[in-house]
């Protein structure tokens, strides 16, 4: 079980993140929603042990993750954001690499490089350096990265961003099928209708504040909406798209 | 439509900046601020030869003639730096004036025509090519060409315009043939294999220009511009075409300039046609082309390098972590450019240093042939060494991809203390490993084996020693940390470094030379180096163990500057806050610090005694007294007699030798008329004298061992060297003693004061003689001790051996110093007078000064010795310097004979 309690994340003063608390529970998927800036990243970014909080704290089974984090990091695969993999590497190297930091055994690392590389569709281009994947593919380099020392928690940052729609579909059944195996999923989307599709639990943020945390159906009663894309629009949603798309037309035009 | 000129304009200014590489320095710096340092460093070296050359040329008594013939080795010189200059220009411009994919993506959908492109690249170049052409010219362009000017204001003109104009064909015509390289292996090549090609010329290129600038031979003279066997080398050296062209320009004062001049201009023009052909074509034709292609080149799997790397790594590094660290710092190295850019400006200094010391042993400077043992071999492999470990520890800091790096932050699941020792075991493999199997290799094939065995465990703990030191606070990952913001790393203090490397390793390698000669050296050298390597070893492994490590990702700060957090931040968090005041020394004493270097000192010390000691015993075994000891009141003075006959022939040696060194000449004279020569009070086997010892108190001790040997007069004194003062004064003491006089190239009381050494202070004398006794107990003198590297004529080996043990006793030095200053006993020699009616022969050493003037002022004050008496001559000894006992023993022996016949026709 990861849980989030008062977390707090200051930038120069200002708040980015403010007071988050809820519980991811394994065999669960956790969605975790905002508009641009809201403080996804900032999140997961913290539960993955990149930066630490301001304030509040981050516990996994219960004990704060600061207090071993190597025990903590050897059980965690994250998906950032962004897709910074180093250029000059090819997909191969770059998985072997990863494999190697975590302490693989050399044969099973080989095997299961391949095998992912195959079943991503990446296994022609092994030896071209990330320099020339596209988005895509560098995403799935990062998916497997994430997922080769078979981890008990999942954290995903925008993990649809860029692949197509083939993967895309392999990558919803895969995190359903990891929560359903007992993992801890917690994953960060725009994709409101993959979002309702895979996850059991979402929790909105809005300015960095939590503003809602609970199972999508339980959503949709205490808020008489249908949709989770209409209960986001009626929580987090903050501008008039309408009026900005107008705006936008006059000022090419001009 | 855009204004092409405008759209030029700006084009001109971006491609102006990014004209050299200089991300490659500053992730994040200040390219403004790099590039004005660059021009400062060239226009500092300029102001530093302005100001070596404007001195030297105002002062000479040359005639201006002369002065001109004499300027053209540093007008080639100078032009050889404007040529290195460019052509390291070149080096890190590689590239920018061809297209490159970047522009190609980014102004390839604007309206932007290529020829504007192309030509405010072009533009760009030649205004950076100018900028480093004038800089490194900046104050040598003003000074030296009026130096160098015929007398008149018109020639002063003409000489400062061919001047600069050279110096811009000069830097012009390296910086052409360098893009014409590049743009024919474009033209030539695929896109792709020039990709790969392209670094490879790069790097091919930058050793090209540093090996000519630094070996090419002095020729710029008239043999060496005229002579046949030079003719082919000129055709390929730039700077000799361009000295041409200033001196046709300049008005020229040899006919061998015209064609040099030619030369010149015929290259300049091909290159310059080439580089613009294939440029311009370049970009006509493959603009398109490069956005379908990638930057990067699919990393060739078969690759040979790649595959052993692979292979070595799996087998030797039993860790996955150890193998990750490695590949990819391997990997990066090999694929970065930047990295290998940076990496082979560490490496063309090392080069350039090495070769510097090269030069004299291809040019038959040294003393030693290449396959002897020599300090240019040895300084090479130590330069090598010393930059390819800290070249790579220096790139190791220079991030690539940083936001990348999270995935060591994140695959973080072993103690720092793996990570430290992963990066260890990447740097000796990537570093040190190579280099001492090729310098093994080398070694082995050129040298005997001892030595070279030798020489590569010296390297081997130089190289743990350097590794060690270099990682010692070392919390990164290699290319995984940031830099702090606007940092920029052309580290000017770098230069400062440079130079106490120089004078270190200069000072190094001539120990290690001295060291080689003897295996006891060898052995206390060794023993040093060991202690430090261990030592090193033992400091780096405490700080990868220190509880409080972590591994760093960002560069911060000094931990003196803490920050107060006021806004919350959270930014110093327990893994990211370096506290370099959390030492891992913090509460060790310092007697604890200063206790191993103790130990290691105090076994050293036992060392030498036990050295001493067992040496001095082995001498006595070896060396057993020759001669009688007499006691001449309390102390004893050590005599060798043979021969029969009067007069008795008594010699006396030189400054610092012991009497056994007269045992070839004693042998000789002894066949005709008795011999004796003796140990003076503390040299070869006598006791210990008064202090100090000058010459008046010599001859009393010698009249006093005479006169207990039993040895009567008639006395032939015999003194060499400084000798000649004592064997006077014993006359001015003893007159009726003495029968007959040959002084050996005698010192001179008239010269002694101009001689240095001859006026030390007696406070030096005092630290000498404490220096002595306390070091030469332990060893230290015996350790020092040199065999001459050729015999003296007639002399064994073994009376050779026996000399010098008796030269380098502790006894024997502090008996030398207790005979200084000469000029007291010049002085006394002075006051004891002439030698009356004495028969007197006065051999004077040939070439006992190298100097001409010096030479001949020599015998003619040697001739005045001569006539102290009035029965004196001198004979000049040609073909011997100032030892003639050992370079022409047998004129002594002639000379002494002489005057034995002398003596005897007067007793008679």
């Known amino acids: ?254 | 439509m855009p204004d092409e000129r405008r759209q030029f304009r700006i084009l001109y200014r971006d491609f102006l900046f990014r004209m050299v590489d200089l991300e490659v320095l500053s992730a994040r710096g200040e390219i403004l601020n790099l590039l004005v340092q660059f021009a400062a460093l060239l226009a500092a070296l300029s102001f530093v030869l302005a100001i070596l050359f404007v001195p030297r040329y105002a002062a000479s008594a040359l005639s201006k003639q002369q002065l001109l013939v004499a300027a053209w080795g540093d007008e080639e010189f100078l032009i050889a730096t404007t040529i290195g200059v460019a052509g390291l220009f070149a080096v890190m411009s590689w590239n920018a004036v061809l297209p490159d994919r970047r522009d190609s993506l980014v102004l390839g959908p604007l309206p932007v025509r290529i020829r504007t492109m192309f030509a405010a690249k072009l533009a760009a170049a030649a205004t950076a090519l100018g900028v480093s052409i004038a800089a490194v010219n900046i104050f040598t362009g003003l000074s030296f060409p009026v130096l160098v000017a015929q007398p008149g204001a018109l020639d002063a003109i003409r000489s400062l315009g061919a001047y600069w104009v050279t110096m811009i064909a000069a830097g012009l015509f390296v910086f052409c043939a360098l893009l014409a390289l590049q743009g024919l292996a474009a033209q030539l090549v695929s896109y792709r294999l020039f990709l790969r090609m392209s670094s490879f010329l790069q790097l091919a290129s930058f050793f090209l220009i540093l090996g000519v600038y630094f070996l090419t031979p002095p020729l710029a003279t008239v043999p060496g511009l005229t002579g046949p066997e030079n003719q082919r080398l000129l055709a390929f050296l730039p700077s000799f075409w361009f000295l041409g062209l200033f001196q046709e320009l300049n008005g020229p004062m040899h006919p061998v300039f015209g064609h040099l001049a030619s030369r010149a201009l015929w290259n300049l023009a091909i290159a310059f046609s080439i580089a613009a052909t294939v440029s311009g074509l370049a970009w006509l034709r493959h603009l398109r082309r490069i956005i379908e292609q990638p930057d990067i080149v699919p990393a060739d799997r078969s690759h040979p390098a790649a595959r052993i790397v692979t292979f070595l790594a799996a087998k030797c590094l039993s860790k996955p972590i150890d193998r990750a660290i490695l590949l990819f710092t391997a990997r990066t190295i090999a694929r970065s450019r930047q990295h290998r850019l940076l990496l082979a400006a560490y490496g063309g200094i090392g080069l350039a240093i090495a070769l510097a010391y090269a030069k004299s042993l291809l040019y038959g400077y040294s003393k030693e042939a290449w396959y002897q043992v020599n300090v240019p071999l040895l300084f090479g492999s130590l330069v090598l060494l010393s930059f390819t470990v800290l070249g790579v520890r220096a790139v190791f800091v220079l991030p690539i991809s940083n936001p990348s790096s999270w995935i060591f932050r994140i695959t973080a699941v072993y103690r720092p203390a793996s990570y430290f020792a992963a990066v260890r075991k990447s740097l000796f493999g990537l570093t040190a490993i190579p280099v001492w199997i090729v310098s093994a290799i080398l070694y082995f094939a050129i040298w005997p084996f001892r030595p070279a065995l030798e020489h590569m465990a010296v390297l081997v703990l130089i190289g743990i020693l350097l590794v060690e030191r270099s990682l010692h606070k070392f919390r990164k990952i290699p290319f995984a940390c940031s830099y702090l913001p606007g940092k920029a790393n052309l580290k000017v203090a770098l230069g400062a470094y440079g130079i106490l490397f120089m004078f270190a390793a200069d000072g190094g390698v001539h120990i290690e030379f001295w060291a080689l000669h003897r295996f006891a050296r060898f052995s206390v050298l060794f023993a040093i180096l060991l202690a430090a390597a261990v030592w090193a070893r033992r400091r780096t492994a405490e700080f990868a163990r220190d509880p409080y490590n972590r591994i760093q990702f960002e560069d911060l700060p000094a931990a003196e500057v803490f920050a107060l957090d006021l806004r919350r931040d959270g930014a110093w968090s327990g893994d990211e806050a370096y506290v370099d005041a959390i030492d891992p020394h913090f509460g060790r004493s310092l007697g604890a610090r200063v206790r191993p270097f103790a130990i290691g000192a105090l076994l050293l010390i036992l060392s030498g005694i036990v050295y001493e000691r067992v040496g001095e015993w082995r001498d006595h075994k070896r060396f057993p007294q020759i001669g009688r000891s007499f006691d001449i009141g309390g102390r004893s003075l050590n005599i060798y007699c043979s021969g029969e006959g009067e007069p008795t022939a008594i010699l006396e040696s030189g400054h610092s030798m012991p009497g056994f060194s007269w045992v070839l000449i004693q042998r000789e004279i002894a066949k005709f008329t008795r011999a004796c020569w003796y140990d003076r009070a503390g040299s070869g086997w006598s006791d210990p004298g008064p202090d100090p010892n000058w010459s008046a108190s010599i001859a009393r001790d010698l009249h006093k061992l005479l006169q207990a040997a039993r040895i009567p007069p008639p006395y032939l004194l015999v003194g060499h060297s400084m000798g000649g003062f004592t064997v006077r004064v014993y006359n001015g003491l003893y007159p009726a003693d003495v029968a007959g006089m040959v002084l050996v190239d005698s010192s001179h009381e008239d010269t002694i004061s101009r001689i240095p050494e001859t006026t030390t202070p007696q406070y030096l004398l005092d630290i000498q003689k404490l220096f002595l006794e306390v070091f030469g107990p332990i060893g230290l003198l015996r350790l020092s001790a040199d065999e001459p590297d050729t015999l003296p004529r007639g002399l064994t080996r073994e009376e050779c051996a026996t000399i010098s043990s008796l030269v380098w006793q502790v006894k024997s030095q502090v008996a030398q110093v207790r005979e200084r200053p000469l000029i007291a006993s010049a002085e006394q020699a002075r006051a004891a007078g002439g030698l009356g009616t004495l028969p007197l022969v006065v051999l004077t050493g040939g070439k006992s000064y190298t100097n001409p003037g010096h030479q001949k002022a020599w015998i003619e004050l040697q001739a005045g010795l001569s006539r102290l008496s009035s029965r004196g001559r001198q004979v000049v000894v040609a073909n011997s310097g100032h030892m003639i006992p050992f370079q022409a023993p047998q004129s002594v022996i002639e000379a002494v004979r002489d005057v034995v016949t002398e003596i005897r026709r007067d007793g008679s």
């Open chain 1, 1 to 254: 079980m990861l849980e989030l309690r008062g977390v707090t994340k200051f930038y120069s003063g200002i708040p980015a993140v403010e007071d988050v608390s809820f519980v991811a529970y394994p065999g669960g998927v956790t969605g975790y929603l905002g508009p641009n800036g809201s403080g996804k990243s900032t999140t997961l970014r913290m539960v993955a042990g990149l930066i630490e909080p301001s304030e509040g704290e981050i516990l996994f089974h219960g004990e704060p993750i600061q207090r071993n984090r190597i025990a903590y990091k050897q059980r965690l695969g994250y998906v950032p954001e962004e897709p910074h993999l180093y250029p000059h590497l090819t997909g191969s190297e770059y998985l072997e690499m990863v494999g190697q930091l975590r302490g693989l055994p050399e044969r099973q690392l080989a095997e299961k490089t391949d095998a992912f590389l195959r079943l991503l569709a990446l296994y022609e281009d092994r030896y071209v350096p990330i320099s020339s994947y596209s988005k895509g593919m560098r995403q799935k380099v990062l998916l497997a990265a994430a997922l080769l020392h078979n981890p008990e928690i999942v954290l995903l940052d925008e993990p649809f961003s860029g692949l197509d729609v083939n993967s895309a579909l392999v990558l919803r059944n895969v995190i359903r099928e990891l929560a359903v195996r007992g993992k801890v999923v917690l994953f960060s989307s725009h994709e409101l209708e993959t979002v309702e599709r895979v996850s059991s639990h979402v929790v909105i943020l809005h300015k960095g504040r939590v503003v809602a945390n609970d199972s999508i159906e339980q959503l949709r009663v205490l808020m008489s909406l249908p949709t989770l894309e209409e209960i986001f629009s009626r929580l987090a949603l903050e501008q008039d798209t309408e009026a900005v798309t107008q705006q936008i037309v006059q000022l090419i035009e001009s």
